[in-house]
């Protein structure tokens, strides 16, 4: 299975600060990377497919970068409902694992 | 609309049977795979398998083979996960989610509220 990293766990920041989060798999899994957002008692929310292509919807504030094994969710300017927990999730091979989840939270 | 909605929270005793269902509207059942996913209390999420809804075949984790089934009913629009034999170590909320293709990438795009399940002595 590819395992995926997710850093940090967690964090702390203010509205309006730009974040950013980390994915890394451990095999190369070229774009093929998703992003999602869930809040508590919510099922997650796609954000990002195939590493940057923005899920319909989603604000233009949230990006996504990456190839290979390093990837990257930022939110360029962190709105009060942004406040979150985000999984990584690799769809290069089966099972489609994901990254443990980084809680963003309010400073 | 696009929705799939899951069956109630359950409470299970170790050793018991379950299933849980996923009910979709909105579109052509047998035109999306359905995946199921495991979320353990304050975890985060774990990929266990997915079924083709158009001919039930079935892809299951490593981690999950053996110890869950994925079935799916055409007739009413249904996935299913079910257990034989449950642990209380199998406590978690489930969620099922709409597999979406996009060209050779693939993602959740729709997912449902989660059932979850708590079994305990």
């Known amino acids: 299975d590819i395992q995926m990293t997710q850093s940090p766990s967690s964090l702390s920041a203010s509205v309006g600060d730009r974040v950013t989060i980390t994915c890394r798999a451990s095999?190369?899994?070229?774009?093929?990377l998703n992003w999602y957002q869930q809040k508590p008692g919510k099922a997650p929310k796609l954000l990002i497919y195939?590493?940057?292509s923005l899920q319909s919807g989603v604000p233009s504030r949230f990006s996504g970068s990456g190839s290979g094994t390093d990837f990257t969710l930022t939110i360029s300017s962190l709105q009060p409902e942004d406040f979150a927990t985000y999984h990584c999730?690799?769809?290069?091979?089966?099972?489609?694992?994901f990254g443990q989840g980084t809680k963003v939270e309010i400073k | 609309e696009v929705q799939l909605v899951q069956s109630r929270a359950e409470v299970k005793k170790p050793g018991e049977s379950l299933r849980i269902s996923c009910k979709v509207s909105?579109?052509?059942?047998?035109?999306?795979?359905i995946t199921w996913a495991r979320q353990m209390p304050g975890k985060g999420l774990e990929w266990m398998g997915r079924?083709?809804?158009?001919?039930?075949?079935?892809n299951y984790s490593p981690s999950f083979q053996g110890h869950v089934t994925i079935s799916a009913d055409k007739s009413i629009s249904t996935a299913y996960l079910q257990w034989s034999s449950l642990k209380v170590s199998d406590t978690a909320m489930y969620y099922c989610?709409?597999?979406?293709?996009?060209?050779?990438?693939?993602?959740?795009?729709?997912w449902g509220q989660g059932t979850m399940v708590t079994v305990s002595p």
């Open positions: 989610a709409r597999r979406w293709p996009s060209g050779s990438y693939d993602s959740l795009d729709i």
């Open positions: 909105g579109y052509s059942f047998t035109s999306y795979w």
């Open positions: 079924i083709d809804p158009s001919d039930s075949y079935t």
């Open positions: 095999q190369s899994i070229r774009s093929y």
């Open positions: 195939a590493a940057f």
């Open positions: 999730q690799q769809s290069y091979s089966s099972p489609r694992t």
